[in-house]
């Protein structure tokens, strides 16, 4: 399963970290990602971290956003920094799994999403 945590409301300029932990799933990790929908609008890519560590960010948050793990925990993290509003959506995490040593063909698993609303 796939649990998100550490949504909440802030104003405007705040920060929040979100919290993601992976477990039970089958196959290897072939990278994790932040997902968010705003309200009205279609869901979009924030970040995502590849199993070698290397992170893509969404232009949007770009210097503002920090995703990151702890594969010890098997954790993912998300640092926002310098929220607005329009940062006010569901966020969700997701995992890539494949079996060992073949990300060609991804399994995705999503978890529910937390709430963040930003306020100016």
């Known amino acids: 399963q796939v649990v998100e945590s550490g949504g909440g409301s802030v104003q405007a300029g705040g920060s929040l970290e979100l919290s993601c932990v992976a477990s039970g799933l089958p196959f290897s990790n072939c990278g994790m990602h932040w997902y968010r929908q705003p309200p009205g609008k279609e869901r979009e890519l924030v970040a995502t971290i590849s199993n070698d560590g290397t992170t893509k960010y969404a232009t949007s948050v770009k210097g503002r956003f920090t995703i990151s793990q702890d594969n010890a925990k098997s954790t993912l993290y998300l640092q926002m920094n310098s929220l607005q509003t329009d940062d006010t959506a569901v966020y969700f995490c997701?995992?890539?799994?494949?079996?060992?040593?073949?990300?060609?063909?991804?399994?995705?698993?999503w978890g529910l999403g937390t709430q963040v609303t930003v306020s100016s």
């Open positions: 997701v995992s890539d799994r494949a079996p060992p040593g073949d990300c060609r063909a991804v399994s995705r698993y």
